[in-house]
Structure formats: C-alpha cells, structure tokens
C-alpha cells in the first residue's frame, strides 16, 4: 500500500492553516489573469518603443533628403557654373547628418536590421551606410566649379541617385520599426505623413524645380511640359494627402491614449506654413507652363528652396509630435499594466486580510471551547475516581455523593454550553437552537 505524502495531508492541520490554504488556491486564478494582463501590454509597449526607435532613426536621413534635393536646386540655378559656396553649405548639412545617422545606426542597428549584413540578406546592400557614405564622399569630391552644363547634369544624377537611396532606406526603416504597421488611427495617419508623403513630396519639388529650370532656360520640350504638369498635380494631390491625413489625426486623438496638447496647434501652424509656400510654388510652375518668359531661374531656384524648407519644417514638426503620441502610448500601456498588477495584489491581500479576520472568528472560540473544555475533562476523570472509591466503601457517605454529583451536574451543564457553542460555529444559530431544544427535551424526561 502507498503511503500518502505528507504535503497532501491537511489533516493535522490547524483551521487557519486550511482557510489560508483555500484562499491562496483561489487566489492562484487571480495571479495568473494579472500575469495575462501583463504579458498582454508588454508586447505593444515594446512595438512603441521600437517605432520610437525607428522614428528617431528617420530624423536625419529626412535632412539628408532635403539636403540632397537643395544640393540639386542649387546646382540647377547655377547659371554660371560657380556655385561652390552654396553646394558646400547644403553639402555640410548632407555630411553631418548623414554622419549622425550612421552613428545613430550602430546603437539600433540590431533593433532596425539595418547592418550591412541584415541589409544584405535582405538583398539591400546598397542601403548600408558603408555604400551612402562612399557615395557621398565621391559627389562632393567633383569640381566644385562644375562650368559645363554636361558636368552639372552629371552631377545632379548623382544627388538624384543617392537622394532614391535614402528614400529607400527611410522606406525600409518604416517596415523594419512597425512604423507602416501603427495600430492607432491618430499617428497611423500621422505616419502616412511622415513616412510616406513628405518623402514623396520633397522628391516630387526637387523633380518640378529641375524640369521647370528647362522650361524657363528654353532647353524644354513639349514632354518637359508635360511633366511639369504632371509634377505639379502630384504635389496638389500630396497637399490634400497631407490635410486629410491630419485631419483624421486630429478627430481620432481623443480616442487613443489621451489628448496632445501641442499636436493640433503647432502641426496646423507648420502645415499652413507649407500650404502657402507650396501655393506659390504652384503658382509659378503653372505660370512657367503658360509663359516661361515671366519667370527667371533665380526665381524658381528661390521659391523651391523655400518650399522645400518649408516642407522640411512641417515634416519635423510632424516627426516631434509623433514621438509625443508614441511617448503618451508608452505610459498609457505602462500605467495600465501596473494598475492590473496593482488592483491583482491588492484583491489577493483583502482575500488574506478577509481570511485571517475569518480565520480568527473562529479559532478564537474554538480556542475558548478548549479552554472551557480542559478543566471539565480533569474533573470529569476526578470525579469517576471518587465515585469508584466510594461505591467500595463500606458506609458510602451521602454527603460525599452528593457533592460528586453536583460537580458532575456543573461539568455537565459546561459540556452542554460548550457544545452549542460549538454547534453555533459550525453549523449556524438555527443548529444551536435545535440542539438546545433536544437538550431540553431531554433533561425534563
């Protein structure tokens, strides 16, 4: 026969012991939901985290793109072929932060798989910062004079070519942080701004500023003009992209993790900013495709280059505000997680504190019953010695009789308090008074 094992036998067990014993088996349930519920949120503040991550890694290689998209502006407006000042000062904010970049890229790298290896798997090799840096370091290394048209141009698909790269990697680390992937509707559509439209946009200045520099210097042909055209209602389409998208930012921030404050001000600020500048750039590359002779290449290089500050302005203002929704999920999350930790200890700590207090209302009395019961039992055994002594005796005495059996009848009325008492505790009053009534029967009889 196998023996019990001692861990499962509660028998010799006081009754606190076992109450304490039933309120951490029920207790165990809650436990494990509060675990759920943790394990629930810890996921989505990780996946905020990393967009935040991936948002901050985007910062300079935006101010690439508008670096390298004025580099080409600049270029384009240099009728004389002597732009090296202005190239230089475009081509140190290129330098710089594509150098904060790479640098950025060393400490996420592992979180963004943007190493040259993860790239390479992923058959984009020609993102890595190894191939950008070198590809920079050879357009800014070209003649600075740059006198011939032939010369300029060439160049010019350089910036063009490294401006698509960039492009790609901001598009890659949108993927690669769940940016593409945002679950709230506010900076999901926010996203759509920053990651995929803005991008599109600076492109789309950089391309209709170069086309309309042809047009206006009469090197164009019809198929420029149409072009032009075409550049133009992509960045009229883009703008009323940007304001629907922040519109939908706007109604749904309510509804996701608390208000921004600074959200609706400063984006309309920056987006109206960029309306105006972008409607006079509109402007002119319309007037350019009705009379090209109105407009001079200084003009349109200057226009250009304010839209596309303009555009670089609201993009960072959209990237900050971002990271402001990001943050408010972040301590949304954690603030939720901790309060179902929080409200998970506190019910098992009442369940405890209920069942000590319960606990004590019982073993209080039945520790009084012991108490009560103890003396009695001695007596008890007393007693049957005396009585036994006496039923020997020769010549009992009544007197000695007598006093046994009023001790016995004390000891018996003890006894019969005692076990209501008992009977109270642990079948209820209505047992207690049914037991009292059967004693009472039975005393008369």
Not at 96 to 111: G, I, R, Y
Not at 162 to 167: A, E, R, S
Not at 378 to 402: D, H, K, N, Y
Request: glycine share 4%; charged share 15%; proline share 3%.
């Amino acid at each position: 026969m196998t023996p019990e094992s001692p861990s499962l036998d509660t028998s010799r067990s006081s009754v606190s012991t076992k109450i304490f014993l039933i309120v951490a088996i029920f207790s165990l349930p809650i436990g494990v939901l509060a675990y759920l519920l943790a394990a629930n949120y810890t996921p989505q503040i990780a996946t905020a985290q990393l967009e935040l991550t991936g948002n901050s890694f985007q910062k300079p290689l935006m101010r690439v793109l508008y670096g390298l998209a004025s580099s080409k502006n600049v270029l384009q407006a240099c009728e004389t072929g002597n732009c090296a000042t202005e190239l230089r000062t475009v081509g140190n904010l290129v330098s710089s932060n594509l150098e904060t970049a790479s640098a950025l890229n060393v400490q996420v790298a592992a979180d963004l798989n943007t190493s040259s290896d993860a790239l390479a798997k992923k058959n984009h090799k020609d993102l890595s910062f190894e191939n950008l840096e070198a590809e920079w370091k050879t357009l800014i290394a070209s003649d600075p004079k740059l006198a011939t048209p032939a010369e300029r141009a060439e160049l010019a698909a350089g910036y063009d070519h490294l401006f698509t790269q960039v492009k790609q990697l901001v598009s890659y680390t949108g993927d690669s942080s769940s940016l593409i992937l945002d679950p709230d509707l506010d900076s999901y559509y926010l996203v759509d701004v920053t990651l995929l439209t803005m991008p599109e946009a600076i492109s789309h200045i950089a391309n209709s500023a170069a086309i309309g520099n042809k047009v206006v210097t009469g090197a164009g042909s019809a198929v420029d003009q149409s072009l032009l055209f075409t550049e133009s209602t992509l960045l009229e389409e883009s703008l009323n992209r940007i304001a629907a998208s922040n519109s939908t930012t706007f109604d749904a921030d309510a509804a996701n993790h608390g208000v921004s404050p600074t959200l609706q001000p400063k984006l309309s600020a920056a987006l109206q900013t960029y309306r105006s500048a972008l409607t006079n750039y509109l402007s002119t590359l319309k007037s350019i495709g009705v009379n090209p002779g109105q407009t001079t290449t200084a003009a349109l290089a200057s226009q250009a280059a304010a839209v596309q500050k303009a555009s670089l302005n609201y993009w960072e203002t959209g990237a900050y505000e971002l990271d402001t929704l990001l943050n408010m999920r972040v301590a949304d999350f954690q603030s939720s997680r901790i309060q179902a930790l929080g409200f998970s200890a506190l019910a098992v700590v009442l369940a405890t504190i209920v069942a000590f207090m319960i606990g004590r209302s019982i073993t209080v009395p039945l520790q009084e019953l012991v108490r009560n019961l103890a003396p009695g039992a001695t007596l008890l055994g007393v007693s049957v010695e005396r009585i036994a002594e006496a039923s020997l005796s020769q010549t009992p005495s009544q007197e000695e009789s007598q006093i046994i059996c009023e001790e016995l009848n004390a000891h018996a009325e003890n006894m019969r308090k005692a076990v209501l008492e008992l009977a109270r505790h642990v079948e209820g009053s209505a047992a207690a008074s049914r037991l009292q009534g059967e004693n009472a029967g039975h005393s008369r009889s």
